[in-house]
Nanobody, 125 residues
Framework: QVQLVESGGGLVQAGDSLRLSCAAS????????VGWFRQAPGKEREFVAA????????DYSESVKGRFTISRDNAKNTVYLQMNSLKPEDTAVYFC??????????????????WGQGTQVTVSS
């Protein structure tokens, strides 16, 4: 069973950048596809981005495509979410999640088994 811990959130201004990290422990990290989700106050949790086990295949929501980049370093058991050109509507708690998948498979959005506790991202206008 894998444990996930997010970090890197904070308060920034519109147009700024942040990089979130998701550190994994307790399992073979390269066995898992990993995704990022977010939840704003009063809204449902939504998918942001996902990456397959090797890091070579990615999926993004339309709202972040072109601004956010997901990547992973299996040697460091860490997945990153580079967020550029941040907007106030990106304000949310960001969660990473892991799913046991085939090597080339990007996890389906309802496939995740393990979740972190989240990190707050606040973008002021």
């Amino acid at each position: 069973q894998v444990q996930l811990v997010e970090s890197g959130g904070g308060l920034v201004q519109a147009g700024d950048s942040l990089r979130l990290s998701c550190a994994a422990s307790g399992g073979s990290f390269s066995d898992y596809g990993v995704g990022w989700f977010r939840q704003a106050p009063g809204k449902e949790r939504e998918f942001v981005a996902a990456v397959n086990r090797s890091g070579g295949r990615r999926d993004y929501s339309e709202s972040v495509k072109g601004r956010f980049t997901i990547s992973r370093d299996n040697a460091k058991n860490t997945v990153y979410l580079q967020m550029n050109s941040l907007k106030p509507e990106d304000t949310a708690v960001y969660f990473c999640a892991a799913a046991f998948t085939r090597w080339n498979e990007v996890p389906r959005r309802n496939q995740y088994d393990y979740w972190g506790q989240g990190t707050q991202v606040t973008v002021s206008s």
